[in-house]
């Protein structure tokens, strides 16, 4: 599981490169890193699980272009896992999970109306419990996981659910 992160809150124009050099190179090229480095490892039904950010889902994001921006890089990469690796029985996916931790009471702290907002509107109206919600339901997703591979799952307080729609095999319309 992937869940390493440099974190940084900035407006844009506030944000240097190298805060987004720190933050690609603790996320997405660490996770890149080690799923290479495990994938033989992994073959005949290991599993990838990148923790993706659901953060990515508010509607204001103000201050979170660099963290969201690398949180759905791991989605990517664990999509073309997916794709790259199922000859292998590789499964791959991301979870957003949504959930009281230290990083979540120090947003609370940070931004008190952005997170009574986005709480608010969670279904079940709060976070989830790391253990109860999170957890518990993450090892279900893992034991099933080739049903779940090259998915997107949200986590919260009210169950698990996909949240990211692919487009199907037909490719786009334009």
Known sequence: MSNAQNI???????????????AWQSGPMAAFVLMRLTHPYLKGG??????????????????YAIYNGVKTALEELARSA??????????????????????????????????AAATAALRGGRLGD???????????????????SGRTMHMDAAGVRETIQTISEGGFLL
């Open 82 to 115: 997916h794709h790259e690796w199922r000859a292998d029985k590789i499964s791959a996916f991301t979870i957003h999970p949504a959930a009281e931790s230290a990083m979540t009471l120090n947003w609370k702290r940070r931004e008190p109306e952005k997170y």
């Open 46 to 63: 290991g599993v990838v699980v990148n923790v993706g950010s659901s953060s990515t889902h508010l509607a204001d994001t103000s201050r």
């Open 130 to 148: 790391p253990l109860e919600d999170i957890g518990r339901p993450l090892v279900a997703l893992i034991a099933d996981a080739p049903k779940y």
């Open 8 to 22: 940084s809150y900035r407006m844009i124009l506030d944000s240097t490169p190298q805060d987004m050099i720190d």
